[in-house]
Nanobody, 124 residues
Framework: QVHLVESGGGLVQPGGSLTLSCTAS???????IGWFHQAPGKDREAISC????????FYADSVKGRFTISRDNAKMTVWLRMDSLKPDDSGLYYC??????????????????WGQGTQVTVQG
């Protein structure tokens, strides 16, 4: 059975930083792992993804240059370093796993597996 467990959410001031982590268990290591953001009242949106070999990577325009995704295959853990946070970055952040990042880069919101979500609140 596959489990994705997120941690690292919290309250931060605008301009601040947070690092989210997602640890997968029971997941084949060829899966791409990434992050979705769901702002209050809005649809869930893929914001970043990283493949097993790190060369397969995706960032949404809304986070490019501010967020950095990284991965440790031995630990089956993915981190999302979020810098220069804005109030619009507030919401639930879900870890997800799928075969490739390309679907999310094309706007898909489906995934084979999901975490339970972690809350990020950016306010002064």
């Amino acid at each position: 059975q596959v489990h994705l467990v997120e941690s690292g959410g919290g309250l931060v001031q605008p301009g601040g930083s947070l690092t989210l982590s997602c640890t997968a268990s029971g997941l084949e290591d060829f899966y791409a792992i990434g992050w979705f953001h769901q702002a209050p009242g809005k649809d869930r949106e893929a914001i970043s993804c990283i493949g097993r070999n790190h060369g397969n990577m995706f960032y949404a325009d809304s986070v490019k240059g501010r967020f950095t995704i990284s991965r440790d295959n031995a630990k089956m853990t993915v981190w999302l370093r979020m810098d220069s946070l804005k109030p619009d970055d507030s919401g639930l952040y879900y870890c997800a796993a799928d075969i490739l990042c390309s679907g999310w880069a094309a706007g898909s919101d489906r995934a084979d597996y999901w975490g339970q979500g972690t809350q990020v609140t950016v306010q002064g």
